[in-house]
């Protein structure tokens, strides 16, 4: 599987913003797709995950109840809706693709995931 993400910008606060992240390789819909987020000089944290049939989501607690994770298997695109972002969201957005196909126990560790796009900047202005 490979990845890219797109869709960032520069939004005020309050306002909404859906990422995008295009996928190739044909065994995409049997990867949990994470979302994942770094500040300036901060770690890598996670945002959201989607499994691999979209039956299942998950979400950091800072974005619990404002984002929203989906996907499109028939499409192979995966999506992080984000409403009502606040400064503290500013960072670059990656998605990835978790290590093994069908499993998703450990979707908040970074480490477990294999492949990863590029990365799409997210500006939320106060």
Known sequence: VQLQASGGGLVQAGGSLRLSCAASGRAFSTYLIGWFRQAPGKERTFVAAVSWRADRTYYG?????RFTVSRDNAQNMVFLRMNSLRPEDTAVYFCAAYARPLFSDNYWKDNEYETWGQGTQLTVSS
Request: aromatic fraction near 0%.
């Open 61 to 65: 607690d800072s974005v619990k109840g």
